[in-house]
């Protein structure tokens, strides 16, 4: 495995452990327009691009095991119980993700990226605040803050794109 794959799927390992740990630690964090949402809602809005990233430089089979790790490591640091929504929420969500990304792969990175951290946006957020909040309480807010880290890390990646694609001309 190259060093951009192991980057990328260690990244992506490390987001699911650190969003739990904010939720237990943090708690709250308003993500704008009035709405708040658990702590771990930024990581777990980079952890859905990490996973496009890790997918684009080591396979699928290896971002399958980087979700097992995550959980794994969630349930070592974070209440069972937080541990448990997380573990669910991802599988779900990783599920959503890889059901868009797949098929939209060949319309270029970014449009797989923005239509699947969609889906696995919304399905993370429902599962999670459900299992670990028995509410939807902060369903605004878990979609707004995910949906502001997706946007800012597919306006970096472009950028990324773009400034490669003049270079190279």
């Not at 809005?45 to 971002?63: C, I, M, Q, S, T």
């Amino acid at each position: 495995m190259n060093l951009r794959a192991t980057v990328a799927l260690a990244a992506y390992i490390a987001t699911i452990p650190a969003a739990n740990l904010a939720v237990t630690h943090i708690g709250l964090l308003p993500v704008g327009l009035g709405y708040t949402a658990p702590a771990g809602v930024y990581l777990v809005g980079l952890a859905l691009v990490l996973r496009d990233l890790a997918r684009e430089a080591a396979g699928r089979g290896p971002v399958i095991a980087a979700i097992v790790v995550g959980a794994a490591l969630s349930y070592w640091l974070a209440s069972p119980a937080l541990a448990l929504a997380s573990a669910a929420a991802f599988a779900i969500a990783e599920t959503m993700d890889f059901a868009v990304y797949e098929p939209l792969r060949q319309r270029g990175l970014i449009t797989a990226m923005a239509a699947s951290n969609a889906a696995g946006l919304a399905a993370d957020s429902l599962v999670f605040l459900w299992l670990a909040f028995d509410s939807l309480a902060y369903l605004p807010g878990q979609l707004l803050g995910k949906a502001w880290m997706t946007i800012a890390a597919i306006t970096v990646i472009a950028a990324i794109q773009r400034r490669r694609a003049q270079a190279a001309a």
